[in-house]
């Protein structure tokens, strides 16, 4: 294949603190400006970040809209993208200068690869980062079970500023269900998975940013956040099950990826609603399944005996519980020391990806 141009989309919302360092990001990379394009899309900031965008003008276009979401940004942004790849950047993360010529060269080389992601570097404002990357990289398309349980414990590799899409398939999935007010990216790149093969390299090529505004991230603290990521999580359930069928998902294929996403949403309700104590205890059994299925027996035995309460309690008490324990630090430490998280699941694909 030849030459390919790319038009990079950006979408932002109240981020003057960080979207400068984002644009500039992208004008530094380390690829020819006359091959890309920079379209920004404020999803109606009403602090000083269009003002900001604007300084870089005419390098880069700044489309402005009302208050929508990630999704509504998505669904303005994508169809005015004039390249035959989108990569895509939150307004709050910005790229390693590799980014885009190591990416782009890697479609370029097989036309069969329609995405693109790749490891990412979590970046947080005390200045710590820690470094989140496969070993090797991966080659998948969504069209058995075995890729699907592979997929879904890779989704962090193919969010928003990691991820890189041939155009006409982002084009074919619009538009995306405007409930997603976060969590887009991932119906997005998904429903692209049952689309076309994609790769998911071991480069760390994207600095993620971990800050308070996060949306997804900010869950953690706000119960009124919390119960916009509790909807949004269900909206994303419903919301996939409709776009792979349609999409010619295998039912196999449907049923796998929804596992993790329904649970993720049913651990949220029952810590804000609550409900029966054998629901909890169904919920982190198959999460852990998922995650952890090949921990060591000490690991798997601290779990069982440690989700024994969740029968016992009602869910709100569970989880209340399980918080403070895991803020504590003489917990943490004994954790850390003696008996430490496991590692998601190791499955192999058999697919060769030449790096």
């Not at 950006?10 to 530094?28: G, K, M, P, W």
């Not at 820690?130 to 414990?153: G, H, I, Y």
């Not at 399944?289 to 690991?299: G, P, V």
Request: proline share 5%; net charge neutral.
């Amino acid at each position: 294949m030849g030459k390919l141009f790319v038009s990079v989309l950006i979408d932002t919302y109240n981020h003057e603190r960080f979207i400068e360092e984002a644009i500039v990001s992208v004008l530094e990379q380390d690829f020819p400006a006359s091959d890309r394009e920079i379209l920004v899309v404020d999803d109606g900031s009403t602090d000083r970040t269009p003002e900001i965008v604007r300084k870089f003008e005419p390098h880069v276009r700044l489309l402005r809209k009302e208050n929508g979401g990630q999704a509504s940004a998505f669904n303005a942004g994508i169809p005015e993208c004039r390249g035959e790849i989108i990569a895509f950047l939150d307004g709050d993360d910005w790229w390693a200068p590799a980014k885009l010529a190591r990416v782009v060269e890697t479609m370029r080389a097989d036309a069969g690869i329609g995405m693109v992601g790749h490891g990412i570097v979590e970046s947080f404002n005390d200045g710590r980062n820690k470094v989140v990357a496969l070993d090797k990289p991966e080659r998948l398309r969504l069209n058995t079970a075995r890729a699907s349980q592979v997929f879904r414990l890779h989704r962090a590799y193919l969010g928003t500023s990691r991820l890189i899409l041939r155009a006409e398939i982002a084009r074919k999935i619009l538009p995306i269900p405007e409930e997603l007010v976060f969590e887009a990216d991932e119906y997005l790149f998904t429903v692209a998975g049952v689309l076309s093969e994609f790769v998911i390299l071991k480069d760390v090529l994207t600095h993620y940013r971990i800050h308070g505004g996060n949306l997804f991230l900010a869950a953690n603290r706000e119960s009124n956040a919390l119960r916009r990521k509790q909807r949004v999580l269900a909206s994303l359930f419903r919301a996939l099950d409709r776009g792979l069928r349609a999409n010619g998902a295998p039912e196999e294929v449907t049923d796998c990826v929804l596992e993790i996403v329904g649970a993720e949403a049913e651990q949220l309700r029952l810590t804000l609603d609550g409900g029966a104590p054998w629901e909890t205890y169904h919920v982190e059994r198959t999460i852990y399944r998922i995650q952890h299925a090949d921990a060591a027996w000490r690991q798997r035995v601290f779990r069982q005996v440690t989700t024994i309460p969740a029968l016992l309690l009602p869910p709100r008490w569970f989880y209340a519980a399980r918080s403070w324990l895991a803020s504590q630090p003489l917990y943490k430490k004994a954790r850390n020391e003696f008996l430490p998280a496991p590692g998601f699941t190791k499955i192999e694909t058999h697919k060769h990806v030449q790096e």
